[in-house]
């Protein structure tokens, strides 16, 4: 089955605890991206990758690192989380191209104490 | 001013009701235009492309307005099942997507 994984699904965790969530896609998509979602802000891009080893900051970058090693992962790094990171984040993925859709993750509802 | 702006409503309607969503988008050179639907807390699905000439999947029609720099989601019949929150999504350029913040929809019986 075609799909984008992102794991873990919930994360608690307190201020300073370095953390990974990972992203993984099976559809050997080029275009690999991670967001954030909060209220009343809709989505807003964190960083993204058009290709292996090719990785571009978005609009909220900062606290955030990312890499692309492999063409299927793209893990999201927080090296020092803080509680403005909390946040639901999505992860996607999609052909390049401006007609295609991007398949999203299942989510990760991140907690920062 | 914000890249791509919808009303946030709610839009409250009855069942069997046409209601439809618009959505500004403030870069001329956009190149491609989306609705994705959003259930609470799940991820984006794609609804529907938008195309210039306009197009429409059983009870939903889009439509694009270049010139005004807009897009319109409209859904006649309206289900239960289609209670969600609509996002409008542009690709601005090279799969640059910007999401609006989304409009919510409840249907009630």
């Known amino acids: 089955e075609a799909q984008v994984t992102q794991n873990p699904r919930y994360l608690i965790t307190v201020t300073g605890k370095k953390l990974t969530v990972t992203c993984s896609q099976n559809m050997n998509h080029e275009y690999m991206s991670w967001y954030r979602q909060d209220p009343g802000l809709g989505l807003r891009q964190i960083y993204y990758?058009?290709?292996?080893?090719?990785?571009d900051k978005g609009d909220v970058p900062e606290g955030y690192k990312v890499s692309r090693k492999e063409k299927r992962n793209f893990p999201l790094i927080l090296e020092s989380p803080s509680p403005n990171q909390t946040s639901l984040y999505f992860c996607?993925?999609?052909?390049?191209?401006?007609?295609?859709?991007?398949?999203f993750g299942s989510g990760t509802q991140l907690s920062v104490l | 001013r914000k890249e791509v702006e919808q009303d946030p409503g709610p839009f409250n309607v009855p069942e069997g009701a046409t209601v439809a969503f618009n959505c500004t988008y403030s870069?001329?050179?956009?190149?491609?235009f989306f609705w994705y639907r959003q259930d609470c807390r799940k991820e984006p699905k794609l609804l529907m492309s938008?195309?210039?000439s306009g197009n429409e999947d059983g009870r939903f029609t889009a439509q694009l307005n270049r010139a005004s720099q807009y897009i319109s989601l409209l859904i006649r019949d309206s289900k239960l099942s289609d209670s969600a929150t609509y996002l409008c999504?542009?690709?601005?350029?090279?799969?640059?997507?910007?999401f609006g913040a989304g409009t919510r929809l409840t249907v009630k019986p």
């Open positions: 999504v542009v690709n601005m350029k090279n799969n640059d997507m910007r």
């Open positions: 938008v195309y210039s």
């Open positions: 996607a993925s999609s052909f390049l191209g401006v007609d295609e859709k991007l398949f």
């Open positions: 990758s058009m290709n292996v080893e090719v990785t």
């Open positions: 870069n001329s050179a956009s190149q491609s």
